[in-house]
């Protein structure tokens, strides 16, 4: 039996999704210690499930689509770039949501039940919506510049777009990092 690592996630417009792609560019261009997410990547994680046994995908994907039929599709703007685990030790770069970030902790609230349900994500970790533009590789550091770019992008505004989907993912890392791959795209229809 094979397992498959497992989350679920909302993705901003193509055209948002380009406005965090060139802030992104623009911090990679500065400070080549990071580890860079792709364009096809960034994306805001709503859950991390963790390890599903590829047998039951199925049955867990009918299970996350039961619980979606409370959502109804919601405006989401990105805003504001900020790092973990704060501005003056960079680990993870992000890009913060600004409208529609209660919705998705709600959601994050009502998936994170089903999913303990079924055994998975047993951790109490706050929520914080989110796209992760780039992380501290091992061994790299971060510099002056960087730093003073990210100063200035703290209120940075890459746009908004209506969130009419969600979609749960297998992650599978090789030596070009991890690529996602939908399981299944539940559609918002309230």
């Known amino acids: 039996m094979a397992k498959i690592k497992t989350f679920i996630s909302v993705s901003a417009s ?50 996350i689509k039961k619980a979606t039929t409370q959502f109804s599709p919601f405006e989401l703007s990105f805003c504001g770039v900020d790092c ?39 951790e109490k970790n706050a929520f914080l919506p ?13 510099n002056d510049t960087l730093l003073e770019k990210l100063h200035r992008l703290r209120k940075h505004d890459s746009g908004f777009c209506t969130v009419d989907k969600i979609v749960i993912n ?4 090789d030596r070009g990092g991890p690529t996602y791959t939908p399981m299944a795209t539940l559609r918002l229809d309230n």
């Open 14 to 63: 193509q055209r948002v999704t380009n406005n965090i792609a060139r802030v992104s560019d623009r911090l990679a261009a500065i400070c080549d210690g990071y580890n860079w997410v792709p364009p096809e990547n960034l994306l805001v994680t709503v859950n991390f499930v963790g390890e599903v046994l590829d047998r039951e995908a199925a049955e867990f994907c009918q299970h």
């Open 84 to 122: 973990f685990p704060d501005a003056e030790r960079p680990r993870t770069i992000w890009m913060g949501v600004d409208e529609g970030s209660e919705q998705l902790m709600n959601m994050n609230r009502e998936l994170t039940k089903v999913i303990q349900d079924w055994g998975f994500n047993k």
């Open 130 to 142: 989110h796209v992760t533009l780039g992380k501290l590789r091992r061994g790299g550091t971060w």
């Open 170 to 173: 297998s992650s599978h890392l």
